[in-house]
C-alpha cells in the first residue's frame, strides 16, 4: 500500500534514466513547462500509487485498443505498471468468479482511493437486462463501483455521450454514465473520441495520479488542454477553406491537390478535438491528413446528424429528418406562395367593389 | 393621446422620428448582407484554383458576416437606447401591450381584414397591432436569437478567454448540446426573417394601397398620413 509509483515502475524493470524522460514526456504533453518535470518526478517518488479499476459496459473496445497504442512506447509502459488495471476484463489474466471478486477487493480496500475508469455505457432498458457482467446488469455493477470511487473517467463518447448504442431509436436505452440516474455524485472527467487519442488518454491518466487532482475541464466536463479547440482550429488545409478552394468529388483534381474538405462534409469545424494537433499512431496523420473528412466522433449525438458527407446537418426536431435549407427553403416557397395568393385575391375583391378606394 | 384620438383630423402626424428610420434601413440592409453571406458560408461558391496564397474569398465573406453581426448587435443595442429616449412609437415593438384587452381586439379585427371578412381596416398611427406582433414575436426576438448564437459561434473561433467565448459561447454551446446543432439553429432562424421579410415587404406595400394611412412614405420620412377623417383606433398613450 505504500509502494509508490516510481517504487512499482523500477520493479517492473525502468532505468532512473526512462523514468526521467517520462516526466519531461508528460509534462510536454500535458502542455505545462519544463519545471514541471521534476514536480511529476517527485511525485512520482512519493505518493502512493492510485489503483484504477477499469469497466466495460455497451462498448466496442476501441477505447482499449487505442489506450494500448500509445504512442511513445515508455509512456505506455509507464501507465499500464502506473495502473493496478487489477480489472480490466479485456487485458486482466483472472476470469470467471475471481475476476468479479477483484471488483469487490478494490472497492473495499482502497475505499475512496481509486479512479473508476468507464469504457462504454449501461444500458437502462428492460432493468439493464442488454448488458451483464458476471450474472448482474452492467448498470449495477457500475453504481457500485461509483459509490467508493475518488473520481470516474468517462472514457470515449461512448461513455461520454452514448455514441453509436444510444443513436435514435436507442432501443436498449443506453446512457452516458453522467446521465445514469442514481449514480453516486462523483466528479466526471470526459474523454470523448470514437476512440479517443491514445496519448490525450494516457497524459489525463498521468495528471491524475501525479497531481491527485482533476485536470482542468470545460463546462461539458472534458479536459481543457485537449479539447478547446476544434479540428478545424488547427488543421493544416485551413489555407484552402479560407481561401475557398475545396474538394468537389472525392476524385477531382482538388482532392489529389489536398484542399480543404468542407463541401465533403468535414465536421473539423465544429468537432472539439486534439486530431489535428496531436494527430494518430505516434503522430503520423489523422483523418483529414488521409484525404477523408472528419466525422466529428467526439461530439454529443454525432450519429444522429446525418450523413458524413453533407455540410448542413439534419435537424429531427420536427419529427422529419432534414436540413435547415430543407425545411428553411420550404416555410419561405409556402410563404411566398401564400403571398402570390393572398395579392391574387386582394385584386379580385378591390375589383368587385369599386367603391373601396373612394373612402 | 386622447385628445389626438378625438381631434379626428387628416393633418399628418410625425411618428418615426430620424434614429428610427436610419436604424429601419441599416437593419434592412445588414439583414440581406448577412442572409447572402451567412448562405454562402454554408455552402460556398463554385472552388477557385491555383495556390492558397492567391485568394481569400471564403475569408472575405466570412469578415463581411462577422462585421455585419457586429453592426446589426451594435444597431439594435442604439435601437434598444432610442425605445427609452425617443417618442411613444419608438417603444412599440419592444413592449407591446399583451395585457390590454383592446390590443388583442386590434389584432382579430386585423386577422380578419386579411381573411377579406371586414370591409375595412381600423385607424392607426402607430404599427398596427397585428404589426407589432410579427415584429416583436418573429423579428426582434428573432434578430436577438441570431446574435447570441451568432456570437455564440464566433466565440467558438476567437476561442477561450476572448470575451465572445465567455460571454455566449460558454453558455450557448452546452445549451444547444454542441456547435453542429449551434450552426443548424443559427441557419434555421435564417429562414424564420426570410419569411418575416417577405410578408413585411408584401403587407407593406399592400397597406399602403389599402390602408386608412399612409405607409411607405411614413418609414421614409418619419410623417403619417391618413385617407379619411375619421377617429383612430390606436391604444391610449402609443
Ligand atoms: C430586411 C428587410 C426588413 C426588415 C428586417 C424590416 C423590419 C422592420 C421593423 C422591425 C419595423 C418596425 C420599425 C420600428 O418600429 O422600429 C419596420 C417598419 C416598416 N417597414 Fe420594414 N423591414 C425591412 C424591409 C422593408 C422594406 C424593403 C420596406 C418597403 C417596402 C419596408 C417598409 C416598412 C414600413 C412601411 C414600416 C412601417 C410600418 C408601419 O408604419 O406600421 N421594410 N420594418
Ligand atoms: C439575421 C442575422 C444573421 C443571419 C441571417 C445569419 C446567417 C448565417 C448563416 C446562414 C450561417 C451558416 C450556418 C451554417 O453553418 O449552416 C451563419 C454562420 C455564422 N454566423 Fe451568422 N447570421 C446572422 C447574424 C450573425 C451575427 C450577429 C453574428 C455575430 C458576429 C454571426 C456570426 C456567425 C458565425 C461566427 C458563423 C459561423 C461561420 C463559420 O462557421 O465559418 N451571424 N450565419
Ligand atoms: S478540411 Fe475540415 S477541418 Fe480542415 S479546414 Fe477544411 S473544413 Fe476545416
Ligand atoms: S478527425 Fe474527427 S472524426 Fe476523426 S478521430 Fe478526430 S474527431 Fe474523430
Known sequence: MTETFYDVMRRQGITRRSFLKFCSLTA????????FAPKIAHAMETKPRIPVLWLHGLECTCCSESFIRSGHPLAKDVILSMLSLDY?????AAAGHNAEAIVTEIVEKYKGNYILAVEGNPPLAEDGMYC??????????LKYAAESCKAIISWGSCASWGCVQAAKPNPTRATPVHKVPGLANKPIIKVPGCPPIAEVMTAVVAYLLTFEKLPTLDRQGRPQMFY?????????????FDAG???EHWDDEAARQGHCLYKMGCKGPTTYNACSTVRWNEGVSFPIQSGHGCIGCSEDGFWDKGSFYERLTDINQFGIEANADAVGGTAAALVGAGIAAHAGLTALNRAKQPGAEKQ | MTELTSAASTAPIYVYEKPVRLWHSLNALLIVVLSVTGYLIADPLASLKGEAS????MGYIRFVHFSAGYLIAIALLFRLYWAYAGNEHA????????????????????????LFLVKEPRKYIGHNPLAILAMHFVFVWGVLFMIVTGFALYGEGAGQGSWQHTLFSSWVLPLFGSSQSLHSWHHLFMWLII???LVHIYVALREDKLSRQSMLSTIVTGWRTFKDVRPVDDESGA
Open chain 1, 28 to 35: 510536454a504533453s500535458l502542455g505545462l513547462a519544463p519545471a
Open chain 1, 88 to 92: 480490466d476484463d479485456t487485458i486482466m
Open chain 1, 132 to 141: 451483464i457482467i458476471g450474472g448482474k446488469p452492467f448498470v449495477e455493477q
Open chain 1, 228 to 240: 478547446s479547440q476544434r479540428i478545424h482550429d488547427k488543421c493544416y488545409r485551413r489555407p484552402h
Open chain 1, 245 to 247: 478552394q475545396f474538394v
Open chain 2, 54 to 57: 492567391e485568394h481569400f474569398l
Open chain 2, 91 to 114: 417603444r412599440q415593438i419592444f413592449l407591446p401591450p399583451l395585457l390590454k384587452a383592446h390590443f388583442w381586439q386590434g389584432v382579430f379585427h386585423e386577422v380578419l381584414w386579411y
Open chain 2, 195 to 197: 419569411c418575416f421579410v
